[in-house]
């Protein structure tokens, strides 16, 4: 196995915004595409801008690590993203994603490969022999994303497929941190675009 490059994890929406030509669902995909990066590259805090996401957001995740889990609120889904970003186990390589768009929101159905040194896992209760390893966790996830009529995220839901549920031990020099992230995927960040519900027009900042 070689260092994957975390780029793909924003290839399914650059996709489909070259085929999308529904402003409403533009916005969408821009938002979902820079929600994205700056999950991985643990600048969590740019989710929360006021264009990006609504002011009382519900996430709900069943996975493992997270079973049956419910976040409400900002206080509540900020933590989580902190968390990620002080634990640095956000860095993810999602892969083989297919999106639907629509006004509601976008579902989402992908294999996401996320970075975790043992003692990481461990803390989520995943038993290791190496708690000094380097890992990835490869899991089938489908999400649920419903955004208002601003474009903005409401929230989420991700379901886990555990039938396709891996946990690969990797050299070190085939692991991926967030520096490696930042490197690559900043450059590729861009201003979210500004939507207009009402003349369904949207321009560049």
Same mark, same amino acid.
């Given at each position: 196995?070689?260092?994957?490059?975390?780029? #793909?994890?924003?290839?399914?929406?650059?996709?489909?915004?070259?085929?999308?030509?529904?402003?409403?669902?533009?916005? %969408?995909?821009?938002?979902?595409?820079?929600?994205? %990066?700056?999950?991985?590259?643990?600048?969590?805090?740019?989710?929360?801008?006021?264009?990006?996401? #609504?002011?009382?957001?519900?996430?709900?995740?069943? +996975?493992?690590?997270?079973?049956? &889990?419910?976040?409400?609120?900002?206080?509540?889904?900020?933590?989580?993203? !902190?968390?990620?970003?002080?634990?640095?186990?956000? +860095?993810?390589? /999602?892969?083989?994603?297919?999106?639907? /768009?629509?006004?509601?929101?976008?579902?989402?159905?992908?294999?996401?490969?996320?970075? &975790?040194? *043992?003692?990481?896992?461990?803390? /989520?209760? /995943? !038993?290791?022999?190496?708690?000094? *390893?380097?890992?990835?966790?490869?899991?089938? &996830?489908?999400?649920?994303?419903?955004?208002?009529?601003?474009?903005?995220?409401?929230?989420?839901? $991700?379901?886990?497929?555990?039938?396709?549920?891996?946990? %690969?031990? %990797?050299?070190?020099?085939?692991?991926?941190? #967030?520096?490696?992230?930042?490197?690559?995927?900043?450059?590729?960040?861009?201003?979210?675009? $500004? &939507?207009?519900?009402?003349?369904?027009?949207?321009?560049?900042?």
């Amino acid at each position: 196995m070689s260092k994957k490059d975390i780029a #793909v994890t924003i290839s399914a929406a650059d996709r489909m915004l070259e085929l999308t030509k529904n402003p409403l669902h533009r916005q %969408i995909l821009e938002n979902y595409r820079r929600h994205a %990066i700056l999950e991985v590259c643990g600048q969590w805090e740019g989710i929360f801008e006021p264009e990006m996401t #609504v002011e009382h957001p519900v996430y709900y995740y069943n +996975v493992t690590g997270f079973a049956g &889990y419910k976040a409400e609120g900002m206080e509540e889904v900020q933590a989580i993203y !902190r968390s990620l970003a002080e634990t640095q186990t956000g +860095v993810q390589v /999602v892969e083989d994603e297919r999106l639907m /768009v629509s006004d509601w929101g976008f579902a989402s159905d992908a294999i996401f490969n996320t970075y &975790y040194r *043992g003692f990481n896992l461990i803390d /989520v209760g /995943v !038993r290791v022999e190496d708690p000094d *390893g380097y890992f990835i966790m490869r899991q089938k &996830y489908v999400m649920l994303w419903p955004y208002d009529e601003r474009g903005r995220m409401i929230g989420e839901q $991700v379901y886990e497929n555990k039938a396709f549920y891996e946990l %690969i031990q %990797i050299p070190e020099g085939d692991f991926l941190t #967030v520096e490696d992230a930042q490197a690559r995927l900043l450059p590729m960040l861009r201003p979210l675009p $500004v &939507y207009e519900p009402k003349t369904h027009t949207a321009a560049a900042r």
